[in-house]
Structure formats: structure tokens, C-alpha cells
């Protein structure tokens, strides 16, 4: 199975800056997911990355695939409040799909 | 359904009481997870069904907590004896995915609202 280290596990930013959060793999991975759960919601689909270099964008979001599939990031430019909650990729294992503790992201005003 | 509903969406038990939760998740969809998560932390996993096959119940903290599949689709949680340690919200997932065959695109992992489990 797929074993996804997500760093790092707190960021604080100031509105307007940037924010970006990685997920690492010691072996190469098939395919990654990422998720983004708001602050009292539940985790919401955000984007699969499939191809090795792949890269795709949501408006101010970037999502990146490593060319050895063994790394990916999510990069969001200028945070707004809206992008406050915690994100995830979770790992791909013994036939199952399941989440760690992701990143949460805090934007000081 | 059009989403995975999950009921009750608040529970306040005592302490040493038996609870159950519900998950009743998309129509058609094979696999279904539970998740515990805790104030401020991270989805823990709890137990993973998959179509016909036998629970993946390798994230159930004790032998208090339970779950059970009918039919292949609504699914409950059981906790016994409850402890002030099992309040958390309790997250359902469902998705498409089959054992056997990782497509890509079905294994998109679809939550409840949850459940907020208050122990007194």
C-alpha cells in the first residue's frame, strides 16, 4: 500500500499570503487525492492527480503531482478566510482508503 | 439518497450507556468507512466494509465498538458501555470502489454530516 506523510500538520498565515502543504511518499504512488474539511464540516473531494508532472488548478489553487509520483502538493495563492480548515491526502492501503491528520490551515485577518 | 446521511446528527449519552449511530450511505455504493474524529485532531479510522467481503475492523479501539452492514447498504455503529474518552464526531464515507479493482475515480470517498457524540 501507498504510505503518505503529510507535512505540516499546523500553518498559520496572514491573509493574503501564500499557503502550500506536501504530502511524501517513500514508494511510488498510483494515483493521490486531496481533500478539504472546513472548520464543524466533513472532508470534501477536492482533486484526483493521476499523471506523473501533473499539474491542475482549482482558481487559486495549484495541485502537483512529483515526476517520480512519490510526492505531491497543494499550493493556494493569496489565502483568503474561505480557505481556513484542514487539508487532506490520504493514503491508499490494504485495499482501503484512509485519512490522517492533514494540514490545517489558519488565516490571521 | 443523494448524499450519506448519518443519524443522529447530536448525541448525549451517560456515561456507561450503549449508543448507536447510523449511516445510510449513496445508493449503489459498495464500500463504506467510519471514521472517529476528535476535537481538533485528525480522522481516525475505524472500520472499512466492502461489498460482501469481511469488515476491515483493524481500527476499532476496543471491543467495545461495533459495526454491522445490512443488506450491503445502512450501516450502524455501536458503542457500549460508553466512556467519556468516545465523545468525538463519528464521520461515515461511502464510495464506489470494489475489492479488487482500484478504479481511480470510484474510490472518491463521499462523508456524512456525522455524528457528535457527547459523553456526560
Known amino acids: 500500500g501507498q504510505q503518505v506523510m503529510q507535512i505540516p500538520q499546523y500553518q498559520h498565515v496572514q491573509e493574503g499570503e501564500d499557503f502550500t502543504t506536501y504530502c511524501n511518499s517513500s514508494t511510488t504512488l498510483s494515483n493521490i487525492q486531496w481533500y478539504k474539511q472546513r472548520p464543524g464540516g466533513h472532508p470534501v473531494f477536492l482533486i484526483q492527480l493521476v499523471k506523473s508532472g501533473e499539474v491542475k488548478k482549482q482558481k487559486r489553487l495549484t495541485f502537483q503531482f512529483g515526476e517520480a509520483k512519490k510526492n505531491s502538493s497543494l499550493h493556494i495563492t493569496a489565502t483568503q478566510t474561505t480557505d481556513v480548515g484542514t487539508y487532506f491526502c490520504?493514503?491508499?492501503?490494504?485495499?482501503?482508503?484512509?485519512f490522517g491528520t492533514g494540514t490545517r490551515l489558519t488565516i490571521i485577518p | 439518497g443523494a448524499g450519506v446521511s448519518q443519524s443522529p446528527s447530536n448525541k448525549v449519552t451517560e456515561k456507561g450507556k450503549d449508543v448507536e449511530l447510523r449511516c445510510d450511505p449513496i445508493?449503489?455504493?459498495?464500500?463504506l468507512y467510519w471514521y472517529r474524529q476528535s476535537l481538533g485532531q485528525g480522522l481516525e479510522f475505524l472500520i472499512y466494509f466492502q461489498g460482501n467481503s469481511a469488515p476491515d475492523k483493524s481500527g476499532l479501539p476496543s471491543d467495545r465498538f461495533s459495526a454491522e452492514r445490512t443488506g450491503g447498504s445502512v450501516s450502524t455503529l455501536t458503542i457500549q458501555r460508553t466512556q467519556q474518552e468516545d465523545s468525538a464526531v463519528y464521520l461515515c464515507?461511502?464510495?464506489?470502489?470494489?475489492?479488487?479493482?482500484?478504479?481511480?475515480?470510484?474510490?472518491?470517498?463521499?462523508f456524512g454530516a456525522g455524528t457528535r457524540l457527547s459523553v456526560l
Open positions: 490520504p493514503n491508499f492501503g490494504n485495499e482501503k482508503l484512509t
Open positions: 464515507a461511502s464510495s464506489l470502489a470494489r475489492k479488487g479493482a482500484f478504479i481511480l475515480a470510484k474510490n472518491i470517498q463521499y
Open positions: 445508493s449503489g455504493h459498495t464500500a
